[in-house]
Every structure is written in structure tokens, then in C-alpha cells.
């Protein structure tokens, strides 16, 4: 195809007069079709209706150490939960902290504590008349929207295929020790379906942040969400990279099965040093009792272990792997070559990232939206909602039916084109 | 029987030495007993077991707006869990948020949040020089941990059969604007079970605080929690009576399921004004993107509706019901006329308080816990662990067996006994 920088204004209006009547025909269908986030679809929420029968009014709900799970208690979670969570983050155990059924309300909680007591005897975050935390963008929008709450300063850092400009990185955290945390979601992340890799890895656990308190938030929330059997990213393990660089207090992980079993409804972890783990159970033993066991030995008892829950994913991939790759079909057959827009093609995950000419990307998706497609807001994936160039878009394919999907793509794509047309035009 | 100050030293030294031959007779029972937190016994438990069969692989996990319970969303809660734990409550469904497993882990978070973003556009309680919290005391040792933690001054105010010296309470709050709450367990109080009498609850609705971001917590711990059927504690709805008093804003309400099915695993909710519910909303939509509906749609399913709890809680009361009476005839028998201590005879909740002599309750806990009964330590009851008098000890009948809790209990007395004639020897 010729590209749309190369064709004269009247081949783009006549390109664009075909599109119109082609985006019309969309809009007549009275689609209502929702792309914005990274949900589940109801097959997938189906392979785990077994976790319901996982537990039943015959059951011995004692733990193997002979608690009792129904009755208040163990603050860390109980132990064969942190076992099966532990092989899911590949931490350790002891290094592990079982929350309740949210890991962004982990993250939460977590910049919380620091704001209000600080980190290891650090002076609390709020006291201080300055702090900031690098972004790298796009980026998760509920991350930022947690730093933006707490008034932290978000620093955008670009994103590369290989994860956070490193370069940048480390400049900025050893020159400023106002630089207190980075959000990263470090495997298939969010929006890009980028890995980070092992030199990212490397290079994160070697930082030497000017402020002691620096703390890398590491949001593996896509660990074991493959596409592929046999074409998979693989990730350092942070926490052990870290103990190696002689930095073991430098990371707080996350993670939960909200894409594993039901979001909403599963388990979240936080795995990080023993230094940390005692600097939080002095709040967290504060905050709560403890958290949900019954469901900790639900899902164990649900996936038996981590081979359970391998199997489990690969189930998962089998629905959604076909919507990536329709979707991915659809942007090749009809966006291929014409120089107006570049899309990532994940190995796992839940989004693919669309970049559009500069300035383009708000009246993209309103004008998706006009036609009754919702995708994620332009903007959302950058701090404080604002993508400087107006380029990015996050597509969510999960949760749409396939054949829904392909009309959204189709429909899309025709939305990329006219917004680009005019935008070539100086319209 | 002849008070003990009305004995001569000689008769009180004779007494002591047959005390001490039945203490050793108890020490060698090798006893290993704990009556120290107000925890539901296996029976309890295992009463709500049908939880487990609420829902199964079967089972349509819609509700009945069509909202899946197994994906994401929904910060709120269901509706229909909002009505069931309304009618717990006695608030409209509209005025509650659910939350998560636990009731103190939303009083932590919502002191969390008025300490980083102040309530209803009023300073963070974290920004000012001083904040202040009424404690009526003895009283819940887990409220009080949550404004030690915050570095919140804590105001001891005492506790009467009918609710806290409100004459204290209304001269303190209208004087002070450093004092931003009072924490109160008003129904079946812990430790005494004292219910807040009418007057008590109008006063309460009807306080005039310098701060107006003064809130009363109202922690309804027992709302349901009554042990007999005939013979029980009424509460004034508080919501209610501060929209009448024209002090809407007033009051955050909690309350859980947490002795009604299983602690840690059950349900948590605050009731409040539309403004606050709107305060907090702009919050919790940064911390969470919702509590686990699942677990919501499995109480809803238990239940049925209202008359389902409150039978079931009527098996709760059959159970506990004997502790109580037991451990009160083991008191009344034993210690009555003495004048070495004074107990509540509660008619719901899950505690026994008891008064020692001035200076013998430190020395009756550690005396019983040298025979191997485990009590709630002495001085936990007040804020900072210091109980001024060193009087109160809280007694909780209900995890041990009944055979078991009647040994603990003679034991408790024969403890009581030797501390006092000591402290009246002067030894």
C-alpha cells in the first residue's frame, strides 16, 4: 500500500470520501462494544468455576499447620498459600506477604505507609516538601492514578522494548533524592506487552538511588500470562537479582490471580526483603487481623500447585490468544505500510499498544467511540492523563467476543485512517 | 461470705495459705487455656459451613442487576449485599459501602485517609500540630492501636452502664478543635458489654465539635449479637438520629460479618451521610477497583435475607450462651460479698469485664497465666495499655469449651482471691 505521507491531498480526500461511507456502515450496525480494559471474558471466568467447588460444607478447612482457617489469624496468610503464591512469583515463602483480593490495594496501602510513617525509619513521605516517582509511559493509568492521589510528582520515562530507558533512569534516581519510587510493570507490561530485559533487569537491582528510601514498585501482574507454549518472555527474578547487586530492601513485588481465578475475588502478594516485611507487619498488624484464608485455601486446594496453575494459564491463553492474534490480522491487512501507525505484538499480557501520527490518538478513539467502541482513554496511559505527543492508544481484546472484536478492529482501523487523512490534511 | 476487708490479718493469711494449696492443685492440672480474645469456638463455625455450599461450579454467579460477580468492578458493592448487611445495620442499602473481610481494616483506612487528605475538604489530620481521639475506656484495644499508630493523641473518658460520660464527651469536643473523633463500640461494648442507652445515642447525634471534620467512629461490632431472645439490648439507629439532629455528617458507622459467619472471611461495610459515602468514593476508586463481590454473592445466597441471620445468629447465642452464664455463676458463687471485684453480666456480645481491687489486675492475669490460663492482658483495655487504676481485666468465655472455660474461670477466682488479700496484707 502506499503510504498516506506520499499520496497527494486529492488521493487522501478520495481515500477519505471511501472511508466516511465505510465508517458510516459501522455506525448503522449500532455496535456497543466495549475495549477499554483489561477484563476477562466470560470463557475464561468459566475455567474457574471449579474454584467454587474447592471448598464445600464437608471440607476440613484446617491448614496443614493445623489452623483453622474459618477463625481470625495469621497475618502473613497461611503457609501453603505463600507456598503455591511463592512458586507463582518464584520468591520464596517467608519473602511473601498474602493481602486480600487486590494487589493495586496493596500498592495503595503500600505508598500510603510510606506517606504517613515512612520506609524503615525514613523519614514519612508526607513531611517532605517534595516527592517524585518516575512513570515510565505509557504506562498502567491506575498506578499513576495512585501517585497522583498522594500528590507525588510523576516523572514520564519513555518505554523501550527493553523496558524503562535505563539511562534516564539512573541519572534521575542518583541525582535527586526527592525520586522516591518507579512504577514498573516488568513482563508484558501495561499498555505495550513489553519485557523487560535481563540488562533492564540487571541494571534496576544495580541502581544507587540518592534517596535511601528509593523503592522500585515491581508489578508482576502478568508473570504467567503467556500466549504462547513455546514463545514466551522470560524475567530475572527481581528480588534475588537485587540480594546479588547487595541491594535485597530495593524492590517491593506485586502480584495477585485476578487473571489467574476471578479478579475481584482471588489473592493478592506482595514478595520483598525481610527488612521490609518487618517494616511492614509493624502497620499491617495494625490494619487488620488478617486477611481472607477461607479463599487462600480455596485457591490452593483449587489448583493442587503451581503445575495446576501452569495448566490453568495455558487454558486461558487458548481463548484470548486467538483475539490477539485477529486483532494484530486486522491491523496488518488494513494499516500495513500506509505510515500511520505502529502496534506492538505481545507474547503474553492483556493489551496491545497502538501509537498513531502525533496528535491523533484523542480523536481516534472519540471517534471509535461515536460508532460504539469503547477503547481505553487517549491519555490514560501517561501521568496525569497527558500523552504529550497524543500518540498512544491501549487496546484491551480480552473481554469482547471474537467476532465483536473483529468488527472493533475493522472499525477501528478505519478510525486511524480518517483521523489521520484529516490530520494530513490540516484539517 | 465476710467481705475481705473486714477480715483480720490472721484470717487473711489463713485464707491465703488454703488459696494457694487450690492454686497448686490448678498449676498441676498442666492447664493450657486461652480466654484472651473474643474469638467464636469450632461449634460456632462450624454452624455457617453451608457458606461453603452457597455457591458452587454450578451455581449463575449473576446478580440481579446483571452485574458478573466474577470479574472486575462494582467498588460499592452488590446490591443485594448492600440491602442484606442494610438490614444487619438498619441503613438504607444506599448509604453503605462494602468492603473487604474485615471491619477494622476499614477504620484503619478511613483514619488513614482523614491523617493524608482530611475529610470533606477540611486539612489533613496529618498536616496539623495535634489531633486528639476520645477513648471511652476500658474499651476495644484495637481502635486504640490504630490512633497510637497515627501518633493520634488518645483521651481516656470513662465508660458508664449507659455509653460514655457524655457530659465529658460534650465539653471536650465542643471545646477542643484538635479532638477529631471518639471511637465507640455502642452496642454490647467491648470489654463490658454496656449498650449506649437512648439518651446516651441522642447526645451523641446531638454534639456540637469545634472540629467539623469530627467524626464519631461507630464501630457496631454486636449489632446482632445478642444472647438471649427475650432479653435484649435496643440501640437507637445513629444515621438516623444525626440526620434528625441535623448533623448528617456526624457519624461513619461499621459493622461485619465477621462473628456472624467466619472471622477474616466474611464481610465488612461502613454506613454513612451521601457526603461522606462521596468523600470516600473519590478514595477508594484509587485503592481499589473493588471488594470481592464473590464472597458478597456466597453471604447473600447463605442467607436468604434478613430472618436467615437472624436465626442464625439465635445458634450463635445457644452455643455461647451457657460460657457466659457459667463463668458469671463461678463469679457470683465464688466471689460475690467478698468486695474484691465487680463484673458485667452482659446480655449480647462477646465479653465479661471485670473490676479488680485498685492495683491487683496486672498480678491476676499474671497469676492465672502462671497456671496456664492465657487472659487479654491487663491494661489492654486502655488506650496506651495504661489502665490508670490497674482494675480491668476482659474476660472472653466464648473460644474455649464450656468444660474447659469453667475450670479457667474457678482458676480466675482463686486468682483474684490471692492478689487481693496480698494487696490488702499490703505484701
Given at each position: 500500500m ?7 491531498k486529492?488521493e ?7 472511508l ?5 456502515k ?11 480494559r ?9 475455567l474457574?468455576?471449579?474454584l ?21 489469624g ?30 493495586l ?31 515510565p ?17 510523576m ?22 533524592d ?30 544507587e ?36 547487586a ?28 525481610q ?19 477461607v ?5 490452593v ?14 487454558k486461558?491463553?487458548?481463548i484470548i490468544?486467538?483475539k490477539f ?26 493489551f496491545?499498544s ?5 496528535g491523533?490518538?484523542?480523536n ?5 467511540k ?21 500518540t ?36
Open positions: 502506499t503510504p498516506y505521507a506520499e499520496m497527494t486529492d487522501l480526500k478520495m481515500e477519505l470520501k471511501a466516511q461511507a465505510d465508517y458510516d459501522f455506525q448503522n450496525l449500532g455496535l456497543n462494544l466495549d475495549m477499554s483489561g477484563k476477562p471474558c466470560k470463557e475464561q471466568l468459566d474457574s468455576m471449579g467454587m467447588d474447592a471448598l464445600n460444607s464437608g471440607a476440613d478447612l484446617t491448614c496443614e499447620d493445623g489452623t483453622d482457617c474459618r477463625n481470625y495469621m497475618l502473613t496468610g497461611i503457609s501453603e498459600a505463600r507456598s503455591l503464591i511463592g512458586d507463582m512469583m518464584e520468591n520464596n515463602p517467608e519473602d511473601i506477604i498474602i493481602y486480600g483480593n487486590s494487589s490495594n496493596v500498592m495503595y496501602d503500600t505508598i500510603s505507609r510510606a506517606m504517613t510513617h515512612g520506609i524503615l525509619g525514613h523519614i514519612p513521605w508526607g513531611k517532605l516538601d517534595k516527592v517524585k516517582f518516575l512513570c509511559s505509557p504506562g498502567y493509568d491506575r498506578h499513576f492514578k495512585i501517585t497522583e492521589y498522594f500528590g507525588i510528582e516523572i514520564p520515562v519513555d518505554m523501550t522494548p527493553e523496558g524503562p530507558d535505563m539511562d534516564t533512569v539512573e541519572k534521575l534516581v542518583s541525582e535527586d526527592a525520586i522516591k519510587g518507579i512504577w514498573c510493570v516488568p513482563k508484558y507490561s501495561n499498555p505495550q506487552g513489553y519485557s523487560y530485559s535481563d540488562n533492564t533487569v540487571r541494571r534496576f537491582a544495580r541502581l538511588p540518592a534517596a535511601p528510601d528509593f523503592r522500585i514498585f515491581w508489578d508482576n501482574a502478568y508473570g504467567i500470562h503467556h500466549l504462547y507454549d513455546d514463545h514466551q518472555d522470560y524475567l530475572i527474578e527481581i528480588l534475588a537479582e537485587c540480594k546479588r547487595g541491594h535485597p530492601d530495593l524492590v517491593y513485588k506485586f502480584a495477585s490471580t485476578s487473571k489467574v481465578t476471578f479478579p475481584g475475588s482471588g489473592i493478592a502478594a506482595i514478595a520483598t526483603s527488612n521490609n516485611l518487618e517494616d511492614i507487619k509493624l502497620q499491617l498488624k495494625n490494619q487488620t487481623i488478617g486477611h481472607d484464608k479463599n487462600q485455601l480455596r485457591h486446594r483449587f489448583f493442587g500447585n503451581i503445575h495446576g496453575m501452569v495448566e490453568h494459564m495455558r486461558h491463553a487458548d490468544r486467538p492474534e485477529a486483532v494484530e490480522e486486522i491491523f496488518d491487512k488494513n494499516l500495513s505500510g500506509l505510515g500511520i501507525g505502529e502496534w506492538t505484538k505481545p507474547k503474553g499480557g492483556y496491545i497502538f501509537e498513531t501520527l502525533p491523533c490518538a484523542k481516534v478513539v472519540a471517534q471509535a461515536k460508532a460504539g467502541v469503547t477503547m481505553t482513554g487517549a491519555g490514560a496511559t501517561w501521568p496525569y492523563g497527558k500523552d504529550p505527543k497524543d498512544n492508544i491501549r487496546v484491551a481484546p480480552t473481554y469482547p467476543s471474537l467476532a465483536d472484536l473483529k468488527v472493533a478492529a475493522e472499525l477501528f482501523c478505519i478510525c486511524v485512517k480518517i483521523v489521520s487523512i484529516k490530520q494530513l490534511l490540516g484539517e
